[in-house]
């Protein structure tokens, strides 16, 4: 006899609210643990002192001098600096753009009823990757190169969305191929870019801006891209459900009241969103949006109301983990981009060939 | 609930695939609809569904006109069951069955305990219940049919439109998913059906609406409109009708 109350949906509800607790505490240790290594290690409890010392600063100014700000003696103003400059943006990005990349891809493999999608189906990559270019090219500078990666690869999208539109045929299948076509004229003018551009410092700076990386965030870099994010991810989630229904025929969805055109076009605004966002402060960081989702849908299955959640905490661990590889294994940075691929594929390749399972 | 369709026509471009098909269905009833393939069948669902917008006639719900409901309105008093299919991703018996609740749930909120409560119900209904946390993948054809009853059960629509519902069933699976659906109807439910076998109909139909180039060919209880020449003409192959000791009617092909 099962417990009153306790139907296998409860105790599958249990599973992922645990699962969930779990990640949750593992990037919060990721966190801490990221501080704690690299050339200038800062304890938790450095950490938590700085925090503290940086939030009555804050509230002294705000209220006038009526709060006293403290200086720990646990920190150097060196630290602080590393801190609050370099250190912390850094972790903050690597949790938000893994967030975000998972995010995105779990939900173009929904909307395209595809589980082979990644975030950068429709080309949002190439366009961010030859907006980029031109800036890096033009010499216009590191804010510019963001700007300019972000705005390309909404106008790529965009572009997609307005090809798609008047072709004809099959509406997921028009969408698909247009964003083949348009990233296809992406990578040419970027190769052209890089053709033409000073093989000395501007080339060597587009290739490494597109093997990707988070090696020079800046605070005002997590502030701009901050917006979009959340934009973004708000709308994805309070959809999840209804991603659900996407996965099926359009038919079905419609008799079964979601307002199928609405809601495809409303999650695929979004992800894009979220991808611009992050491509434009990281540059190309493959295989976490198509892996992370991958993984999360083994552990709490295939319903985008646990899906995403789970994806958006597991993308973060997993960005951030690799993150910490990238600055601590060699004397020098390994661009991001490269590890996630070195990772992702063997692991993708693991993931498909452990169970006799369809994807 | 009583659906009525007025003088329904429908074309693909120059094609007429409909033509001033007219056909009413009750509460409780069984209606199937016999044709020949491509006679319009699956067009005519379509456009009872809010999929296809019909060139000409009407077609409404308890008096209400099809075109001025959304699509979520539409869906709270019409279901659809789907041939059973291979979706992308696997999702639980239960989950399947839950999405058929979406239409209930306003805005962009998500299913809560009393659209679970729904889907357990539907389940039972349809008999399904242990199957709730397989995967609608893992579980055989005729289980996944009843999956998708069951999910249009969750939508608490009134009328249930189903396109084949026992196609790629096999023998057994078609008389235990129709049976569940004639108990279904008998409870209220306005059930709506394409078959291809004038056995169902014999058996299953309160009434029968026979198509044939687009129009309709005849209209009424099986037992009376369902005759040895509109089968021959539906079909074209001889058959030979013949009752039995219960008083069933058996259609039987001639093989020459």
Not at chain 1, 127 to 136: D, F, P, S
Not at chain 1, 294 to 309: D, F, I, K, T
Not at chain 2, 137 to 148: C, D, K, V, Y
Request: overall charge positive; charged content about 15%; proline content about 4%.
């Amino acid at each position: 006899m099962r417990r009153l109350g306790t139907t296998p949906e409860d105790e599958r509800r249990g599973l992922y609210t645990l699962i969930v607790l779990i990640l949750a505490g593992l990037v919060v240790a990721g966190v801490l643990v990221s501080f704690a290594l690299g050339r200038y290690p800062i304890s938790p409890r450095q950490l938590l002192a700085a925090l503290r010392d940086k939030a009555l600063e804050l509230l002294s100014a705000l209220t006038g001098g009526a709060v006293t700000a403290t200086k720990s003696d646990l920190v150097t103003d060196q630290m602080r600096s590393i801190l609050f400059n370099v250190r912390l943006p850094r972790v903050l990005l690597a949790c938000l753009v893994g967030c975000c990349l998972s995010a995105a891809g779990a939900s173009y493999q929904g909307v395209f009823q595809n589980p082979m999608a990644a975030p950068d189906i429709l080309g949002a990559s190439s366009g961010a990757a030859a907006g980029a270019a031109l800036a890096i090219l033009l010499e216009l500078g590191s804010r510019m190169v963001m700007v300019f990666a972000f705005a390309a690869s909404l106008i790529t999208i965009a572009l997609v969305m307005i090809v798609s539109r008047t072709a004809r045929g099959n509406r997921l299948l028009r969408i698909i191929l247009a964003g083949i076509m348009v990233s296809s004229l992406c990578n040419a003018l970027t190769s052209f870019i890089k053709l033409v551009a000073d093989p000395n410092n501007i080339l060597p700076e587009i290739t490494y801006w597109m093997m990707g990386s988070l090696a020079k965030t800046k605070p005002r870099e997590v502030l701009f891209v901050i917006v979009p994010m959340t934009l973004g991810i708000v709308p994805m989630l309070l959809l999840r459900w209804r991603i659900n229904l996407l996965t099926l025929s359009d038919s079905e969805a419609k008799t079964m009241g979601v307002n199928v055109g609405a809601v495809r076009i409303a999650v695929i605004i979004c992800a894009t969103l979220v991808t611009a966002a992050s491509v434009s402060v990281s540059g190309l960081i493959g295989w976490v949006g198509l892996v992370v989702p991958h993984l999360v849908r083994r552990l709490v299955g295939n319903n985008y109301r646990h899906l995403l959640p789970a994806s958006m905490l597991g993308g973060a661990l997993f960005l951030l983990i690799v993150d910490n590889v990238s600055r601590n294994l060699l004397l020098t940075e390994i661009p991001i981009g490269i590890l996630t691929s070195v990772i992702g594929a063997p692991f993708f390749i693991w993931l498909i060939t452990r169970r006799k399972e369809t994807i | 609930m009583k659906i009525d369709v007025r003088d329904l026509s429908f074309s693909y471009g120059e094609r007429r695939v409909l033509e001033g098909v007219s056909f009413d269905a009750r509460a409780g009833e069984m209606l199937c609809v016999l044709g020949p393939n491509g006679v319009g069948k699956s067009t005519l669902f379509n456009c009872l569904l809010g999929l296809a917008r019909p060139e000409a006639g009407e077609i409404s719900i308890d008096g209400q006109d099809l075109r001025s409901l959304g699509v979520r309105e539409l869906a709270q008093s019409m279901a659809f069951v789907p041939q059973s299919h291979a979706p992308t991703f696997n999702y639980s018996v239960f989950d399947m069955v839950l999405m058929g609740t979406t239409a209930r749930v306003g805005g962009v909120s998500s299913p809560g305990s009393r659209e679970a409560r729904s889907a357990e119900d539907a389940m039972e209904r349809v008999g399904i219940s242990s199957l709730r946390s397989r995967g609608y993948m893992q579980i055989s054809g005729g289980e996944r049919q009843l999956t998708l009853i069951a999910r249009a059960l969750a939508q608490q629509a009134s009328v249930v439109i189903m396109d084949e519902p026992t196609a790629n069933l096999d023998y057994g699976n078609q008389l235990r998913v129709l049976m569940r659906v004639k108990e279904l109807s008998r409870e209220g439910l306005t059930i709506i059906q394409s078959t291809h076998n004038p056995d169902h109909a014999f058996l299953f139909a309160d009434r029968v609406l026979a198509l044939l180039d687009g129009r309709v060919a005849a209209l009424g209880a099986p037992r009376e409109v369902v005759t040895q020449a509109l089968i021959e003409s539906l079909y074209g192959v001889r058959v030979t009708l013949s009752t039995d000791e219960n008083g069933t009617i058996c259609c039987r092909p001639q093989l020459t």
